[in-house]
């Protein structure tokens, strides 16, 4: 990111942002309610389009894309309010995750053309692979609607890993998790990373578990940047305290 900033009318949700994401890491992104990380994240899914700055991804800047390609360049992310095909099964909500990565097209499906038979069996066989890999097997043919609230989690984050992205961003995966939850979802993240080079970016007010996964961590408050480092760099600056404390603490 390079000076990003966003306004809404006379609101600056975000001022002249900049960070970089390098490969391999899990990066956490804090700062208290209304500090600009989910319009941060709606700019790198392209939801939004920054009033200035740019965004690079693989050095080339993503903001001539519409939102529909950012999947197809290797970004995925999930959401903070579950955004699931809630009447679809598990595998047929992942499966959707995996179509930007297919070849299909609505005139090729409709004609049945061989090779989208080819493609159709391909993204199934992904897809069962990724349900297993989070260990949402035994809810594959389960409607999503009738799962408990963590396991429709593990089905969002299923469905962003079928898309192949190189960069997840994940928008508040321990929202609404018990603390066991919490604690499997941390395994998980890192797992991810290890086993499927995926670089993350995590925005998460559950400070135990962002400090726990994060090899660096990014603070922002009313749209600023005003921390970057490791995690113990950032929790012991002044700023990050005062934001979330207040001054009287910093």
Known sequence: MRDVAVSFGGIVALDGVSFDLHPGLIAGLIGP????????????????????????????????????????????????????FRSLSVLDNVKIGGHCRSRSDYLSDALR?????????????????IV????????????????P?????????????????????LDEPACGLNHEEVGALSTSIRQIRDDLDVTILVVEHHMNLVMSISDRVIALN?????????????????????????????
């Open 33 to 84: 309610n209304g500090a600009g990380k989910t319009t941060l994240f709606n700019c790198l899914s392209r939801y939004y389009t920054p009033s200035s700055g740019d965004i690079l991804f693989d050095g080339s800047s993503i903001l001539a894309k519409p939102p529909h390609q950012i999947a197809h360049l290797g970004i995925g992310r999930t959401f903070q309010n579950l955004a699931l």
């Open 149 to 169: 609230f963590g396991t429709q989690k593990r089905v969002e984050l299923a469905r962003a890993l079928a898309s192949s992205p190189r960069l997840l961003l």
């Open 113 to 129: 053309l061989p090779w989208t038979g080819r493609t159709e069996a391909s993204l199934d066989l992904r897809s069962r692979e």
């Open 222 to 250: 009313f749209g600023r940047k005003i921390a970057e480092g490791v995690p113990a760099q950032v929790q012991q600056d002044a700023q990050v305290i005062s934001a979330y404390l207040g001054a009287g603490h910093a």
């Open 132 to 147: 297993a890999y989070l260990g949402l097997d035994g809810v594959l043919d389960r409607r999503v609607a009738d799962l």
